[in-house]
């Protein structure tokens, strides 16, 4: 317990950092600007995924059996140059016709590409037992990002979306040299850069193509995923929902702090998954008290805005407080939202420690599918356009968790209330 308690300080301050971040971003873009934000964000987001493809986390089970942070960060380096050398020019031209910068487009890639490399370092950390460390490192970008946008701010300096996405940028960059620091693997990190210069483009190809193979099903859920988390503001960009792309940029931005949260207690019970999973067991108990809590925090938080903003005086006009306004007219359908979201990545990763990959990847797709179809087909009355959005974004949630669910029982899976008490074998 006392550990379970140190963790949620530990990531709270990250989390908070997170959101003051994010309130002084939003007062100083504007609802437009921020929309924008939210939408390039979105873009690079699903682009930095298909750079990784899964390769996180087949490198993270390789970690499980032995595999060094010297071959780790070789790998890792090695394939997202490849994947970068292929895919930044058509990625670069697609955000042009889209009409976003392409340099704040590329900075924000760039940013999640170095926060997928510091996850190696926070895995060395996780191995050696040092849960608390890793959990601070995960935490630390976003309070060098709020002391940036923090001193941006008190400067009056004007800022625009590129500035936002470079101070991210920078923000990253200092973690991960805080990352190599902390888990002293800086002489692994100086020896992979050095073996990545003397490799062969041939002999890249090929230990690139073997990762890539071993990966793909993972990679394709990854994508999945990330798309389902991310194609909100997209589609409402693509849908003509210009008046509610920074609302459901600001949806996005809470999920993205909520998943932030769960990645706690994901965390720490990574161990328990992987040895139920090897049995054949889920235990539904973690996922089922994180959507309950999470579903009644949000609906609450809610619920309560505007008699607290009321009782406060604060400013309606505002930016930030129109934007979660709108969001406040629909406490029920966002409790929901991430309730589901919530359960939802417990149970993957519960499916993930039993080696299902196959059934992640279609619960994903599923999902993702379903919230495409449904935000294109429903009826778009102009009062109800934030609700066809989240609407359809929660049925997504709902239908992989049913599918997951289902599949997960064919394959020969028993769902229980209980976690066993053996040791983890290593998968």
């Not at 949620?8 to 994010?22: D, T």
């Not at 390789?62 to 071959?71: D, E, I, P, T, Y």
């Not at 193979?213 to 210009?242: D, H, Q």
Request: net charge positive.
């Amino acid at each position: 317990m006392t550990s379970a308690i140190s963790f949620f300080i530990v990531r709270s301050l990250g989390l908070i950092s997170q959101l003051a971040g994010l309130m002084i971003v939003i007062k100083i873009l504007g609802e437009y600007q921020f929309g924008r934000y939210a939408l390039i964000l979105s873009a690079a987001t699903i682009f930095a995924q298909i750079v990784d493809f899964g390769q996180s986390r087949y490198l993270f089970k390789q970690a499980h059996k032995g595999m060094g942070v010297g071959r780790l960060a070789f790998w890792s380096i090695l394939s997202r140059l490849l994947s970068l050398a292929v895919l930044i020019l058509p990625a670069s031209i697609y955000a042009y016709a889209a009409g976003i910068s392409v340099l704040a487009f590329i900075a924000g890639a760039l940013s999640i590409i170095i926060s997928q490399l510091i996850t190696i370092n926070r895995y060395k950390l996780i191995m050696d037992g040092k849960i608390l460390v890793s959990i601070f490192l995960d935490s630390l970008q976003g309070i060098i990002f709020f002391l940036l946008i923090l001193s941006t701010y008190e400067s009056n300096f004007a800022v625009s979306v590129g500035a936002v996405f470079l101070m991210m940028l920078i923000s990253f960059l200092v973690s991960f040299l805080a990352s190599v620091i902390i888990s002293s693997s800086g002489p692994a990190w100086i020896k992979a850069l050095k073996a990545v210069a003397r490799t062969s483009i041939r002999r890249s190809k090929k230990g690139v193509a073997f990762i890539a193979l071993n990966s793909i099903y993972v990679g394709i859920e990854m994508f999945l995923t990330v798309s389902r988390f991310s194609l909100p503001v997209i589609l409402a960009e693509f849908l003509g929902f210009k008046a509610e792309v920074a609302a459901v940029g600001l949806f996005q931005r809470i999920i993205g702090l909520e998943i932030s949260l769960i990645s706690v207690t994901v965390t720490a019970k990574i161990k328990d998954y992987y040895r139920d999973g090897v049995q054949g067991i889920i235990n539904l108990a973690p996922a089922a008290i994180s959507a309950l809590v999470t579903g009644a925090g949000a609906y609450l938080g809610l619920v309560l805005f505007g008699p607290v903003t009321s009782w406060l005086g604060l400013n309606s006009a505002s930016t930030l407080l129109s934007l979660l306004d709108s969001l406040a007219g629909l406490p029920c359908r966002i409790a929901v939202a991430t309730a589901a979201v919530a359960f939802y990545i417990h149970l993957s990763m519960a499916v993930l420690g039993a080696d299902k990959r196959k059934v992640r990847c279609i619960s994903a797709g599923v999902g993702v599918a379903l919230m495409v179809v449904l935000a294109s087909t429903l009826p778009s009355d102009p009062y109800d356009r934030l609700s066809i959005i989240i609407d359809a974004f929660a049925i997504g949630q709902f239908a992989s968790i049913a599918c997951l669910m289902w599949l997960a029982v064919r394959c020969g899976i028993r769902f229980t209330r209980k976690s066993t008490q053996q040791d983890m074998p290593v998968p």
